[in-house]
Each structure stands twice: as structure tokens, then as C-alpha cells.
Nanobody, 126 residues
Framework: QVQLVESGGGLVQAGGSLRLSCAAS????????MGWFRQAPGKAREFVAA????????YYADSVKDRFFISRDVAKNTVYLQMISLKPEDTAVYYC???????????????????WGQGTQVTVSS
């Protein structure tokens, strides 16, 4: 089993920045890729970004490209999501997820992941 714990959410004004962290514990050797999803009230959960555990491959949703940046620290078993130029429409609960599969374009589908964190709230005020 793998446990994921997100942190770093909060309230920020439009145009501001936040960095989310996702710390993995347990059988982290089984992780091949990690991703971030978000879910706004009344909306479906949507893909944000993903990264291979090696860090060599990343995927981004078009809506966050060039504003959000995913990275990982293998030594700390932690994945980060740096968010800049935040917009009110970025307001959502952000979830971290981990997969035991080699990264492919299927990272955009929530069903591709095996483990999920509890989520962290990000609120962007206008």
C-alpha cells in the first residue's frame, strides 16, 4: 500500500502563487508515476498534471499549461505542483494520485491511478 498526503493549499488572490506538496509513504517502490487532479464544486474531477517517477516525462492539462509546473523529489518521496498566475477558476480541491503503471497519455484518466490522497483546498479570490 501507498499513502499520499497533500499539503500547501490555501486562499490566494488572483495572480498569486501556491505550491502544493504530496508526500508518499509505504511501498513507494511500486510507484511509476504521480499526478494531480482537481475537483470544483458541482463539477467532475479533472486532470491537472502528471510526472513519471524518473521525472523525465510530464503531462499537463491545456488549462494549466505554462502556469502550473509539476516536479518530484525522489529522496523525499514527494511530488510538487507549483502554481503561478492563479485564476478564480483554479479554485478546487486538489488531489494527488499515484500509479503503478509506466507513464503514458492515459495519465489523464483517474482510473489509471491506484492510490489517492485526501485532497487540499485551493481558493483563488478575484
Amino acid at each position: 500500500q501507498v499513502q499520499l498526503v497533500e499539503s500547501g493549499g490555501g486562499l490566494v488572490q488572483a495572480g498569486g502563487s501556491l505550491r502544493l506538496s504530496c508526500a508518499a509513504s509505504g511501498r513507494t517502490g511500486s510507484i511509476y508515476a504521480m499526478g494531480w487532479f482537481r475537483q470544483a464544486p458541482g463539477k467532475a474531477r479533472e486532470f491537472v498534471a502528471a510526472i513519471s517517477w524518473s521525472g523525465s516525462t510530464t503531462y499537463y492539462a491545456d488549462s494549466v499549461k505554462d502556469r502550473f509546473f509539476i516536479s518530484r523529489d525522489v529522496a523525499k518521496n514527494t511530488v510538487y505542483l507549483q502554481m503561478i498566475s492563479l485564476k478564480p477558476e483554479d479554485t478546487a480541491v486538489y488531489y494527488c494520485a499515484a500509479s503503478r503503471l509506466t507513464i503514458t497519455s492515459s495519465v489523464r484518466f483517474s482510473t489509471w491511478y491506484d492510490y489517492w490522497g485526501q485532497g487540499t483546498q485551493v481558493t483563488v479570490s478575484s
